[in-house]
């Protein structure tokens, strides 16, 4: 179920409502753009930037090494966890997304020229290059909210009654960090693995200590 706050118009439960927000258009070939905030930005082709190495075996975005894993061999080691250990399994997950990705994002950020667009925007045009579904941005001042169509993470866990997506949390949060400057967590407020037709996160300060 979604959390009290994330209604049925907003998140797209089971009741065949439409999923709110932009839909992101499809990365194509020829024109190399996407949709973010109602207008086209001019984005790079992640994949283009990955090196296949068939002889070596690697995968590589210069220093960063990718591996192809299926979806539910990689939710098998948090299915396989008692429910009991999985926020805290969860919870490494999206710490180390955020880390080792905001690596990426943060080399993303510091090779941006003048008039590109910030890197949570290309974050979120480059994910559905690596297969981390479809995601749209809706900023409304200082509120985002990010929805993601067809998660691999949800899809390879299967019915879980709770956010699975930990790693979308994760990049999300090292990417709108570095593109606002400050601190940012996101929080999964709905999961396709909990029964909405699409997940849901929302990106929020850090609170001042
Ligand atoms: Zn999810």
């Known amino acids: 179920?979604?959390?009290?706050?994330?209604?049925?118009?907003?998140?797209?439960?089971k009741t065949g409502s439409a999923v709110s927000g932009k839909r992101p258009r499809p990365l194509a070939l020829s024109c190399r753009k996407a949709l973010q905030d109602g207008k086209d930005i001019a984005v790079d082709l992640f994949k283009d930037r990955l090196a296949w190495d068939s002889d070596a075996g690697t995968i590589t975005d210069g220093p960063a090494r990718y591996v192809l894993i299926r979806a539910d061999a990689l939710m098998g080691l948090f299915h396989g966890l008692a429910p009991a250990d999985r926020p805290a399994a969860?919870?490494?997950f999206q710490y180390a997304v955020?880390?080792?990705?905001?690596?990426?994002?943060?080399?993303?950020h510091q090779s941006r020229h003048a008039g590109d667009p910030d890197v949570l925007a290309l974050?979120?045009?480059?994910?559905?290059?690596?297969?981390?579904?479809?995601?749209?941005?809706?900023?409304?001042?200082?509120?985002?909210?990010?929805t993601v169509e067809n998660s691999p993470f949800a899809a390879g866990f299967g019915d879980?009654?709770?956010?699975?997506?930990a790693p979308v949390a994760g990049m999300l949060q090292a990417a709108a960090s570095i593109a606002f400057g400050r601190g940012m967590v996101a929080h999964e407020r709905c999961c396709?693995?909990?029964?909405?037709?699409?997940?849901?996160?929302?990106?929020?300060?850090?609170?001042?200590t």
């Open 160 to 165: 879980a009654g709770h956010g699975v997506c």
């Open 98 to 108: 955020a880390r080792f990705g905001g690596r990426s994002a943060r080399r993303y």
């Open 192 to 208: 396709a693995a909990a029964g909405a037709k699409a997940c849901r996160f929302e990106l929020v300060p850090v609170p001042a």
């Open 1 to 13: 179920m979604c959390e009290p706050h994330c209604d049925a118009a907003s998140c797209a439960i």
């Open 123 to 146: 974050v979120a045009a480059g994910a559905p290059q690596l297969g981390w579904g479809s995601w749209s941005v809706d900023r409304s001042g200082e509120a985002i909210a990010i």
């Open 90 to 92: 969860f919870a490494a």
